[in-house]
Structures are given as structure tokens and as C-alpha cells.
């Protein structure tokens, strides 16, 4: 695991930017989903629709640095989210392989593995922030 990310940093903007890529595949809108900088790094996004196996239980997309994507439902009385799969493979797979992930889920198909591998990603600091959005250039006027 990595230490706390600086907000401003290169892999915490990319965090984001992967983040909202995903959203945009699935359709999303970004206003339920966070980001989390703390050791370990996580994100969370609301999901529209509902697994058929839980109708009536809202769905979640869940990363971390640890285990990589998983798909959960909410749980009954606050508890916490009841994680039907994780996605596997690398830790921080391509966008498009993550939305094809949860739209096989909402569409029935199998969730993934039950249990968390932990997913070496030695690098993921490089692979967050490749994802950065190039920096803004500002141009000083003398």
C-alpha cells in the first residue's frame, strides 16, 4: 500500500480522471461516486440499475488499491455492502473492461470471483497518474 496521496498530485488526478472515465462509459452522472486518497486508495460509484438476483438493492462499483473493481448491492438496515464479485486481473484494468464488467452484472451474468485477491500493482502510482489530465498551461503576460 501507498501512503496518502497530496489531492494536487499526478497519480491523485489521474485516480480521478480513471474514475470519471468509467462513468462515463457506464452513463453515469459522477454525483454518487468519491474518491479516497487515504491509505488505501478507494473509490466508490453509485451504479444505475439493479442486479437481477437483488432487484430491489441498489448497486455499488467498488475499487481499491488491494483487490482492484468489485460490484456490491447495499445492504438491509445500513449495514455494510454485500460484495457480490471482484472483477480480478490487474489492479487498474482499462475503463472499457470495467464498464463491460458491471453491464454483464446488471445484465445477469456472473459477478466474478467471490473471494479478493490482493493484485500486486507495484507501480500504480505510474499507471494512476499516466492517467492525469495534462496540466494547464498558463501563459504569463509581461
Given at each position: 500500500?501507498f501512503?496518502?496521496?497530496?489531492?494536487?498530485?499526478?497519480?491523485?488526478?489521474?485516480?480521478?480522471?480513471?474514475?470519471g472515465?468509467?462513468?462515463?462509459?457506464?452513463g453515469?452522472?459522477?454525483?454518487?461516486?468519491c474518491v479516497?486518497?487515504?491509505?488505501?486508495l478507494?473509490?466508490?460509484?453509485?451504479i444505475?440499475g439493479?442486479?437481477?438476483?437483488?432487484?430491489?438493492?441498489?448497486?455499488?462499483?467498488?475499487?481499491?488499491?488491494r483487490?482492484?473493481?468489485?460490484?456490491?448491492?447495499?445492504?438491509?438496515?445500513g449495514?455494510?455492502?454485500?460484495v457480490?464479485?471482484?472483477?480480478?486481473?490487474?489492479?487498474?484494468?482499462?475503463?472499457?473492461?470495467?464498464?463491460r464488467?458491471?453491464?454483464?452484472?446488471?445484465?445477469?451474468?456472473?459477478?466474478?470471483?467471490?473471494?479478493?485477491?490482493?493484485?500486486?500493482?507495484?507501480?500504480?502510482?505510474?499507471?494512476?497518474?499516466?492517467?492525469?489530465?495534462a496540466?494547464?498551461?498558463?501563459?504569463?503576460?509581461?
Amino acid at each position: 500500500m501507498f501512503p496518502v496521496l497530496d489531492p494536487q498530485s499526478k497519480p491523485a488526478r489521474g485516480l480521478r480522471r480513471y474514475v470519471g472515465l468509467i462513468e462515463e462509459l457506464l452513463g453515469l452522472s459522477g454525483q454518487g461516486s468519491c474518491v479516497q486518497l487515504d491509505a488505501p486508495l478507494s473509490a466508490y460509484l453509485a451504479i444505475d440499475g439493479h442486479v437481477p438476483a437483488f432487484p430491489e438493492r441498489d448497486v455499488a462499483l467498488l475499487w481499491d488499491e488491494r483487490y482492484g473493481w468489485a460490484v456490491a448491492v447495499e445492504a438491509r438496515c445500513g449495514e455494510d455492502l454485500l460484495v457480490l464479485g471482484y472483477l480480478g486481473g490487474p489492479v487498474l484494468p482499462a475503463p472499457r473492461v470495467v464498464a463491460r464488467y458491471v453491464r454483464r452484472v446488471l445484465d445477469g451474468g456472473p459477478a466474478g470471483s467471490p473471494e479478493p485477491e490482493v493484485v500486486p500493482a507495484p507501480d500504480l502510482h505510474d499507471e494512476l497518474a499516466a492517467y492525469a489530465p495534462a496540466a494547464d498551461v498558463l501563459l504569463a503576460v509581461g
